[in-house]
């Protein structure tokens, strides 16, 4: 049922939008801090406008433990947005992961729940975000093979806000290279489909690279 919603959601079934070429470029690191408790940190730049321009910098620090069968976490995200306008949206989110395998596959799901504060509206704009994943090992190399979509969907409308219903659309092929203990290298495509209602949508082709460190 999860895939069925995220191919019906995907870019292919919607209507025309403008082209931009991306590229986000991050580096993730995990610490353990506690007994079942896990720190993390990821920065990323993300390049527009064919990759001419810095876009914005998302600063995201969590807090995550493993609670039975489920990874969960809160954090906080900080978009510093460069362009069009400067401006900083903020984030907090608590999310609910849960992991498992299927005819070979690794199969991962996601839910998170953000509430964003936005310049200029009155009070937290609420997302929920569904991620679907299947990775799978390549043979008996380091290389792991990763496709995912994400769909996002406001759940309120607030004045000057985002409106409520379908948002934005990710969908993403890569791999993923361990490059030493504990350093993982990824690398992919992303279909990035946001739905600007009233405005031509965009369809942003972007390249994601990232440096991911775990102790």
């Given amino acids: 049922a999860g895939l069925a919603l995220a191919v019906l959601a995907s870019p292919s079934t919607v209507r025309a939008a403008e082209d931009d070429l991306r590229l986000w470029t991050g580096v993730t690191a995990t610490a353990p801090v506690a007994e079942n408790l896990t720190a993390g940190l990821m920065v990323q730049p993300r390049f527009s406008q064919d990759v001419d321009e810095l876009e914005r910098v998302v600063v995201r620090p969590w807090l995550g433990m493993r609670v039975g069968p ?4 809160i954090g906080y995200d900080a978009h510093v947005i460069e362009h069009p306008v400067e401006t900083t949206e903020h984030r907090i ?8 395998g299927l005819a070979g596959f690794g199969v991962g799901h ?6 964003r504060l936005l310049e ?6 609420v997302r929920v975000r569904y991620l679907l994943a299947l990775t799978h090992a390549i043979g008996t190399s380091p290389l792991t093979a990763r496709v995912a979509n994400e769909i996002f969907l406001g759940l309120n409308e607030k004045r000057n806000g985002p409106p ?16 030493a203990p504990r350093w993982r ?7 990035q489909y946001i739905d600007f209602r009233g405005r031509r949508d965009a369809a ?12």
């Avoid at 489920?70 to 976490?73: E, G, H, I, R, S």
């Avoid at 290298?185 to 279909?191: C, M, V």
């Avoid at 942003?204 to 460190?213: E, K, M, P, S």
């Fill in 185 to 191: 290298l990824d690398g992919g495509y992303q279909l």
């Fill in 93 to 100: 989110w608590p999310e609910a992961a849960l992991r498992h």
């Fill in 70 to 73: 489920l990874d969960v976490a």
């Fill in 120 to 125: 200029g509206v009155g009070g937290a704009s």
């Fill in 110 to 115: 996601r839910v998170r729940l953000e509430s």
């Fill in 164 to 179: 409520r219903g379908f948002d934005e659309n990710r969908t993403y092929v890569g791999l993923a290279l361990e490059v």
């Fill in 204 to 215: 942003n082709h972007t390249i994601v690279l990232g440096l991911a460190y775990a102790h």
